[in-house]
């Protein structure tokens, strides 16, 4: 596989991934099957406890599955996907997230994203599993 078409897919999903945009999300590094983004926690991302809401850590994790699982240019879709909060994160941390492909074939894989902060600390810990379509990102 050519090593420049994971991130052709990121920035071919990023131009109209508006909710990604939404959450400042920046590019780290992009292989197949791999992905590792971050971005910036603002006020409005706090909850009623002034820490990061969960549904945007979730978020954040979701997006860098996604970006992870359709790097091999096939549309791929998330069937599940769950998340285990250890540790909070606050105004001004940065979120790294880090997608790693455990299992694929033919037509399903299962990724497992780490989001943690910028001291290391882990704040979300997301499995999920993915369905391969029979279309490309990039057609």
């Known amino acids: 596989m050519d090593n420049s078409i994971p991130k052709f897919v ?7 991934d508006y909710y990604s945009q939404w959450l400042g999300i920046e590019s780290v590094e992009h292989r197949a099957g791999y992905c590792k983004i971050k971005m910036l926690v603002r006020k409005e ?3 009623g406890f002034n820490i990061v809401h969960g549904g945007i850590t979730f978020g954040l ?12 240019n096939v ?10 909060y250890p540790n909070s994160g ?7 997230a880090e997608a790693i492909e455990k299992s694929s074939n033919r037509k399903t894989a299962v990724y497992d994203v ?6 290391g600390l882990a704040i979300g810990l997301y499995r999920a599993t ?3 379509t029979k279309k490309e990102v990039l057609s």
């Not at 069937?79 to 285990?84: A, K, N, R, V, Y």
């Not at 780490?114 to 001291?119: A, F, I, P, W, Y």
């Open 10 to 16: 990121y920035d071919k999903m990023m131009s109209t």
């Open 45 to 47: 991302m706090l909850n």
């Open 61 to 72: 994790a979701d997006s860098c599955l996604a970006f992870a699982a359709n790097s091999y």
């Open 75 to 84: 549309l791929s879709l998330t069937l599940d996907g769950f998340i285990t």
């Open 90 to 96: 606050k105004e001004g941390d940065t979120l790294i």
């Open 114 to 119: 780490t989001v943690s902060n910028q001291d």
């Open 130 to 132: 993915i369905y391969k």
